[in-house]
């Protein structure tokens, strides 16, 4: 029995027993070649992405799969970090969030870009923090796409869970100075928010 757990305008994610399965949905205004050759592509990168980034922090492993545009993982039960943040105490909040900033420091150490780093993506279990959704990741040294990616968990952290964000944000921050080159990401960052405040 399959169960939807998220639509979104780039798959289906659906629970099967305990297993996930994300399915690329085919887009009708694509010549039907193109969009099985892109499809197929997406997917390969973003189960390469996973199986990269579970060797060196808390992510879903993949299963081996013949469906060019499919993803199986486990089911990784546990808490959406979204939904759930807000309700615990304020020391497990910056607990969490100094974690969340480890595992982006040893990311970024490894060159892997998450590309939508949101409390979304996250799932708590067992008090560690498993990451989630690399379909927007890619591999890429430059300190801009870094300090890109800890813009938009700020941005998140300051939207979803405004009450105490800033002290969630320098939290993350003690995590993610673990990373050597930590100075020059941060560096880049205000440079990103620069540009942002520029623009509005």
């Excluded at 008090?127 to 430059?142: A, H, T, W």
Aim: charged share 35%; glycine share 4%.
């Amino acid at each position: 029995m399959r169960k939807i757990l998220q639509r979104g305008a780039e798959a289906v994610i659906y629970l099967e027993g305990n297993k996930v399965i994300k399915d690329r949905i085919k887009k009708t205004y694509r010549n039907a070649e193109l969009d099985d050759r892109i499809r197929r592509l997406r997917t390969r990168s973003e189960k390469k992405l996973l199986e990269k980034a579970k060797k060196i922090i808390n992510a879903p492993d993949p299963f081996p799969s013949e469906e060019f545009n499919i993803i199986e993982m486990p089911f990784i039960k546990g808490k959406k970090l979204s939904d759930n943040l807000d309700n615990f105490s304020l020391d497990k909040q910056k607990s969490i969030c100094r974690k969340i900033g480890e595992s982006t420091a040893k990311l970024h150490e490894n060159n892997i870009i998450h590309g939508d780093l949101t409390t979304s993506n996250m799932i708590l279990k067992n008090n560690e923090i498993f990451f989630v959704d690399f379909g927007l990741g890619f591999i890429s040294p430059k300190q801009e796409d870094k300090a890109v990616d800890i813009h938009l968990l700020k941005e998140a952290l300051e939207a979803r869970h405004f009450k105490n964000w800033e002290n969630l944000f320098n939290e993350f921050l003690k995590g993610y100075r673990t990373y050597r080159e930590h100075n020059k990401v941060l560096e880049q960052l205000k440079k990103v928010e620069a540009r942002g405040r520029y623009r509005h």
